[in-house]
C-alpha cells in the first residue's frame, strides 16, 4: 500500500493544480447593456454561503506607476464586465445560489472609481477591484490573479493553458506583475510549507477512525505513511469518517487515487452534464481541456456537442434552473469514474463510511463530496457544500492595466440537471446545536447507518 501511494503522489505532482485551468478569450466588447437582477426558477439551493477566505491581496510594493486616466480605469472595469456576461456560466446562479449580485458589484466599482480623489494601478485593484467583487470569489473560481499567484504562475506551481500563454507576454501584463513581484515573494518550498497537514485521530475505544484532510494540495512523505499505516488497520474499525470540512480543493486525484480508490472493489461512476456558452475559444477547448477525471460520455472530439435542448430532451432533469440554461448553446454528458488501485488488492474494511462537509468545501473538494454521495460510497453529514467546480478555467487581461483574471467555463449539472456549483446536499444536516463531527457520532450512537 505504502509503494501505492507513493507511486501516485508521483503521477498527482504531473498535473496542474484543480484550481489552475486554461484559457480563453472573446473578441472586444460591445456596448454595454444594463441588465435587472434575475429571478431564477425556485429550485433547492443553499441559502448565500460565506465565500471561501481568498489569498490576501500582497502589500503595495514601490514600483515606477504607469498613467491611466479614470475613462482606462472605467474601460477596465466595463470589459470585465462584458466578459462575465457573455462568458460566465455562473452570472444568474451566483445570484440565486450564493446571494451574489453582479450587476450590483458592477454599479458599485464604477460609483468608487468615478468618486475616487485619488487613483493608480494598485488602488484599483487593491482598494477597489479586490474589495468589491471579493463576494464572486466563492463561484466559479472567478478571480483576479494577484502578484503572489502570478510568481506561481511563473514558477510552475499554478498552471496557465499553453495556448494563453501570450496572455503572460503581453507587455500590459508584464508591466503590472513583474513591477510588483519582489526577492521577497516565497519560493515553492515555502508555499508547500504553508498547506495545513492532514491528521489522524481515533475514537470510541477503538472503533472509530477519524481522517482530517484540510486540503487536497500536495502531500508530504509524512502524510502517504499516515494514510498507508491507516489502511493497513483499517478492517478493526467499525466506522471510518473522512472530514473535509474548511477543503477548499486542490488535485482531484488527491482525493480519487488515495482516499477512494483502495477502499473500493469495482469502479465508481457518477453521471453529470456539461453545459456551455459558444464563445470560441469554450467551443476549442472544450475536447481536449476538460478538468482532470472527468470523462465526456462519447469521444473527445467536437462531435461530443450536442445542443442543449436535445440533452433535455433525452433526461429527466427535475432540478433544471431554467434561467441558468437559458444562456447556453451546447451541452454534453459525461461522468467521473474512480476505479480500484490495479494490481493491489482492495484495502480490508467493511464498515460505514462517513463524510464531514461545510459550506466551505469547494472545487476540488467539491467534486469529492459529490462523487462520494452519488455513488454510494460514504454518508454526508454536515452542511451543503460550497460549489466552486465548473471545469477548465479561462485567463482574461484587462486591456489598460493588464490585470489578470480567471473564471470556469462550465456550468456541470448532477443527473438531475442540480448545478454542483449550487453544492451538495448532505444525507443529515447537523442536528441543533451540534456540529458535524457532534452529529455523525451522535448518528452513530443511534445506528442510523
Known sequence: MKL?????????????????????????P????????????????????????????PAEYDSPRREFTTDQFLDDLDYLIWVLENNFP?????????????NQLADNARRT???????DEDIFIRDIMWEIFQPLFSVGHFAFINPLEYHMIRMGILGLSPIRSELMDSPNVQAFYRARVTDDFPDINEIMERIP???????????IAVLTIPSFVGTSEEDL????????????????????????GGWMSFFNDLIMSPLIDSTAVAEMFVFFKDGEYITTLTPRYLLGGIIPARPATNDIFGSVSE??????????????????VYAFPANMRIMPPLGIEKVDFNGSI????????????????WMAKDSGFATLVGEITGGNFGGTRLHFAMPNTGILFQFDAFYITDRYGRPLEAGTIPHHFNHPGMDAMETVLALIAEGEY
Not at 40 to 56: F, H, R
Request: contains cysteine; charged residues 20%.
Open 30 to 57: 460591445g456596448e454595454i447593456v444594463a441588465t435587472q437582477t434575475p429571478q431564477p426558477t425556485p429550485v433547492p439551493s443553499p441559502a448565500p454561503s460565506l465565500a471561501p477566505e481568498p489569498t490576501p491581496y
Open 113 to 119: 472609481i468615478l468618486e475616487a480623489d485619488e487613483l
Open 225 to 248: 505513511d499516515k494514510i498507508s499505516e491507516l489502511y493497513a488497520k483499517l478492517y478493526s474499525f467499525d466506522h471510518f469518517i473522512i472530514d473535509i470540512r474548511n477543503n477548499g
Open 354 to 369: 462517513w463524510m464531514l462537509v461545510d459550506e466551505r468545501v469547494g472545487s476540488a473538494a467539491q467534486a469529492a463530496a
Open 90 to 102: 455562473f452570472f444568474y446562479t451566483a445570484y440565486w445560489a450564493r446571494g451574489v449580485d453582479i
Open 4 to 28: 501505492f501511494l507513493i507511486v501516485v503522489l508521483i503521477v498527482m505532482l504531473a498535473f496542474s493544480l484543480v484550481a489552475c485551468g486554461n484559457g480563453g478569450e472573446d473578441a472586444s
Open 311 to 328: 440533452i433535455i430532451e433525452q433526461n429527466d432533469f427535475a432540478q433544471l434552473v431554467q434561467n441558468d440554461i437559458d444562456r447556453f
Open 197 to 207: 497537514d492532514m491528521s489522524i485521530t481515533i475514537m470510541e475505544d477503538e472503533s
